[in-house]
Nanobody
Framework: QVQLVESGGGLVQTGGSLRLSCAASGRTSNANAMGWFRQAPGKERELVAAISWSGSSTTIADSVKDRFTISRDNVKHTVYLQMNSLKPEDTAVYYC?????????????????WGQGTQVTVSS
């Protein structure tokens, strides 16, 4: 099993920045492809960013392109989401996910493990 723990969420003003972290533990050899998703009230969970095991391939959703960056540290078994120029529409619970596959995964259905989520609130 893989456990994922997110941290770094909170309340920030429009234009501010936050860095989310997701630390994997347990059978970390199964936490290869990683992704960040978010879910706002009344909306479906959506992909924000994804990264392959090597870090050489990434996906960033159009809605956050040029503002968010995904990265990872495989020594620390941690993936990060740097969020800049935050907007009220970025308010959501942000979830970290991991998959056993080493490639880049954009399909939410292919992720095997999920964290509990961290709240990000952007005030106007």
């Amino acid at each position: 099993q893989v456990q994922l723990v997110e941290s770094g969420g909170g309340l920030v003003q429009t234009g501010g920045s936050l860095r989310l972290s997701c630390a994997a533990s347990g059978r970390t050899s199964n936490a290869n492809a990683m992704g960040w998703f978010r879910q706002a009230p009344g909306k479906e969970r959506e992909l924000v960013a994804a990264i392959s095991w090597s870090g050489s391939s990434t996906t960033i959703a159009d809605s956050v392109k040029d503002r968010f960056t995904i990265s990872r540290d495989n020594v620390k078994h941690t993936v990060y989401l740097q969020m800049n120029s935050l907007k009220p529409e970025d308010t959501a619970v942000y979830y970290c996910a991991a998959a056993r596959s080493i490639g880049l995964i954009n399909d939410i259905r292919l992720y095997d493990y999920w964290g509990q989520g961290t709240q990000v609130t952007v005030s106007s």
